[in-house]
Every structure is written in structure tokens, then in C-alpha cells.
T-cell receptor, first 108, second 115 residues
Framework: KQEVTQIPAALSVPEGENLVLNCSFT??????LQWFRQDPGKGLTSLLL?????REQTSGRLNASLDKSSGRSTLYIAASQPGDSATYLC???????FGTGTSLTVIP | DTGVSQDPRHKITKRGQNVTFRCDPI?????LYWYRQTLGQGPEFLTY????????KSRLLSDRFSAERPKGSFSTLEIQRTEQGDSAMYLC?????????????FGSGTRLTVV
């Protein structure tokens, strides 16, 4: 069974800071990895999907990296805004397992 | 077709009653997944379908739970004889398998409260 760990569990930063969220997984035989955002009481919104052949994927202020061999992915958020406050979840490809997420609070 | 739809959004039921949830995936997606999520936890996998075939079921899916996807389109998740421990958010996701690379699209979920 894939074990997924996300560190830190919670993070509080002032507006404008750059930050990094970490995801590690035990089974590196994955075809992709997906990062999601979840607002309280809502479903998951896909942020980035990185294929195993890629090392990075970017969307706006978000950049995700994937190192399959070490079982790690990072989500970098540049110039954080209060609207970024949410829980961020990673899902190593197509194996049905999620981490417990990082709860981010951006303070105005 | 703008995304994955789940109905109802909220359901309050008395312990012992049966409940049924519906999920309408993105039309061109051939895979459909059900997850359960409790407060502070990530989604826990319950089951998934490829077209109408149910290919995998988690041990979390006790015999009180049943899921169907009769024509490979929408799916239903039924919980019989609900218990308070069934209170959770039930999430549906769909995906399209193109080669080996595909990502999930999630619905907004159905929040179940068993009183």
C-alpha cells in the first residue's frame, strides 16, 4: 500500500511570502502525481498534474516538482495571498491514496 | 458538461436508515471513483469503476455499502442501516485513461450526517 506523508501538517505565513509544501511517498512506481486544493467543506480542485517523465510543472504562481527516485514532490507557492488559504493534498498517481494534507493560512 | 456532479450536497438521516448518493462523471471519462473523507483526514479510497465494471473495493467498503455504475455513466453509492460512524463527506471523482497518464476530477461531495 502506498504511504503518503505531507509536511508540514499546518502552516501559517504572512501575505507575500514564498512557501514550499512537501509530499513524500513510499512506492515510486507511479505514472504521475497530482496536487489538489481543498477549501473547507468542499471537494478537491486539481492544481497541477506532473507526469512521471516531467520534473516540474508550473501554473501561475504555483510550481510543482517531482523526484520519483527519492519519492518526493514539492509544491512551491510564490507571493502567497490570503485566497491561497486552504488545505493542499498530493496524490501519487493513480494508486488511490492521498496524504492528510497541509493546512495553509495566509495572514493579510 | 462542466465537471463531476454529486447529489445531494447534504444528507441528514437517522441511524438505521438507508441512503443513496449519485455521481455524474465527466461524460468522456471512463473511470469513476468513490472516496470518503472525515474531518482533518485525506480522502480514503472506497471503490472504483472502469466503465460499468467495479474493479477494486477497499476493505473500508463493508457489506452495508454497495456501489453501482449500471451503464458506465452515472454511479450510485448506497449505505444500508447507517451508523453514526458513517458520518463523513463522500467524494466522487472521474478520470479518463489515456495511455497510463491521467488525473482525477472531483465533485463537490455529499456530506452525510447520521443522527
Amino acid at each position: 500500500k502506498q504511504e503518503v506523508t505531507q509536511i508540514p501538517a499546518a502552516l501559517s505565513v504572512p501575505e507575500g511570502e514564498n512557501l514550499v509544501l512537501n509530499c513524500s511517498f513510499t512506492d515510486s512506481a507511479i505514472y504521475n502525481l497530482q496536487w489538489f486544493r481543498q477549501d473547507p467543506g468542499k471537494g478537491l480542485t486539481s492544481l497541477l498534474l506532473i507526469q512521471s517523465s516531467q520534473r516540474e510543472q508550473t501554473s501561475g504562481r504555483l510550481n510543482a516538482s517531482l523526484d520519483k527516485s527519492s519519492g518526493r514532490s514539492t509544491l512551491y507557492i510564490a507571493a502567497s495571498q490570503p485566497g491561497d488559504s486552504a488545505t493542499y493534498l498530493c496524490a501519487p498517481g493513480n494508486q488511490f491514496y492521498f496524504g492528510t494534507g497541509t493546512s495553509l493560512t495566509v495572514i493579510p | 458538461d462542466t465537471g463531476v456532479s454529486q447529489d445531494p450536497r447534504h444528507k441528514i438521516t437517522k441511524r438505521g436508515q438507508n441512503v443513496t448518493f449519485r455521481c455524474d462523471p465527466i461524460s468522456e471519462h471512463n473511470r469513476l471513483y468513490w472516496y470518503r473523507q472525515t474531518l482533518g483526514q485525506g480522502p480514503e479510497f472506497l471503490t472504483y469503476f472502469q466503465n460499468e465494471a467495479q474493479l477494486e473495493k477497499s476493505r473500508l467498503l463493508s457489506d452495508r455499502f454497495s456501489a453501482e455504475r449500471p451503464k458506465g455513466s452515472f454511479s450510485t453509492l448506497e449505505i444500508q442501516r447507517t451508523e453514526q460512524g458513517d458520518s463523513a463527506m463522500y467524494l466522487c471523482a472521474s478520470s479518463y485513461r489515456q495511455g497510463l497518464n491521467y488525473g482525477y476530477t472531483f465533485g463537490s461531495g455529499t456530506r452525510l450526517t447520521v443522527v
